[in-house]
């Protein structure tokens, strides 16, 4: 019996055989063309196998280099003060390690995660630069972050606590206070008495003092407030600390006076990836795109209903395409009946509900389309103004933000890298 024949591909540094039966399968079904330069591995998506690149239907393609283009704005507006780049949640669903190094070859000097899992994930991953641990970590915890050099926040009098009884480590401390988002942080009474004793303890160095805002893309009065109240404690206490921090990627865009202390440090999230939670985009760029796949093409008469609970019928003549994505693989359930997506360069309605698996397109009774056709379900390949919906057009219409879109794109969609 003959050999199947073979061509070759390469996703993340691994090559790929595809065997096709026949040249009239091959045809059918074309194996997907997974472009390169890729970067070696992908670590995004730990234990990923061959095929879950290869046969996927639904994947993400970041480019790396547009986290360079994005950091070069932040910087703009950032002014003199370094910037700090939150990689938290597989940064934004971009894959953490790839993130991180590449901001890092870039002159990004301090990166933010939520756990200590995240920093200890950098870390075994070669970064070396400075880590901060958003949230206040478990006192069971503690004693971890020191051995890596991971710098611990200091959101509580019990923290506070924790780490002055912990002699035998050094930490690296950011003492947070809340000036008015309510979530973690010690009040702005409080702040005095707990600097005060860490700075006294001779295994405590203060490497920061942060405050977060509540409304730096909504209502920049109670920003301004929350300023005004973290200001205050800065004069009284800030020579104690080696940098001050207040910022996200709304108020860098919008409040110079988040940067305008002495010592001054820029957190971003968001704006990395580009998208600023505001209509205008200042020149950032997505770095994401989420594609899939028609499946599956038919013609359907006027009358005909599409997908659970009927909630669309059509009313002409037409063609439906089905899409090999749904609910389970970030495309939320909710954007049936509400959202487009591109085909051939072109829009087309999503209608009916979002199934798990699948959503279906009406494209209108004249088409060019094919069964194995891309669809952009968001993304941004083309330049600002392009005919394809990115995730700030998906968060509209599915009530959310653009965070959510990103980070809700799930791991077993492969995440193919560009330089």
Known sequence: MRAPKCD???????????????PRIRNHYPAPILPRPLIKENASVPGLRETDVLYSQTRAHVHLDRLKHN??????????????????????????????????????RWFGVATTAEGLRLREGGIEERILVLTGPPLEHLHVLPEHELEVTVSSPAIADAVLECATHTFRVHVKVDTGMGRIGITPGQAERIVTRL????????????????????????????????????????????????????????FPEATAWDRSLARAGI????????????????????????????????????????????????????????????????????????IRGERYPVVGTVCMN???????PEHNIAVGDDVILFGAEGKPGKNEPDAAN??????????????????????????
Request: with cysteine; aromatic share 12%; charged share 20%.
């Open 8 to 22: 070759n591909r390469y996703v993340s540094g691994v090559r790929l055989r595809l065997y096709c039966a026949s």
């Open 71 to 108: 950091t070069a704005v932040l910087r703009k507006y950032a002014g003199k003060a370094p910037l700090m780049a939150i990689v938290k949640s597989d940064a934004y669903g971009h894959g953490i390690l790839h993130a991180a190094r590449t901001l890092a070859q870039d002159g990004v």
């Open 271 to 342: 704006g990395f990836y580009g998208y600023t939670g505001f209509a205008e985009d200042y020149g950032l760029r997505a770095a994401m795109t989420l594609y899939s796949k028609v499946i599956h093409l038919k013609k359907v008469e006027a009358g005909t209903n599409i997908s659970y609970g009927r909630t669309w019928t059509t009313d002409r003549t037409t063609s439906i395409a089905t899409v090999g994505a749904g609910y389970a693989d970030g495309y939320p359930r909710i954007l049936g009946n509400r959202a487009f997506v591109t």
């Open 199 to 254: 700075d006294r303890a001779p295994n405590v160095k203060i490497a920061g003092l942060w405050t977060h805002l509540a409304t730096a893309y909504s209502d920049a009065g109670f920003a301004y407030e929350q300023l005004e109240r973290f200001d205050h404690v800065v004069r009284k206490i800030g020579d104690a600390a080696q940098t001050i921090h207040a910022t996200a990627t709304g108020s860098i865009l919008r």
């Open 358 to 364: 699948l959503f279906m397109v009406d494209t209108g």
């Open 394 to 419: 998906l968060a509209t219409w599915a009530e959310t933000i653009s965070h959510e879109i990103l980070v809700g794109v799930p791991a077993h969609v492969p995440r193919i890298y560009f330089h």
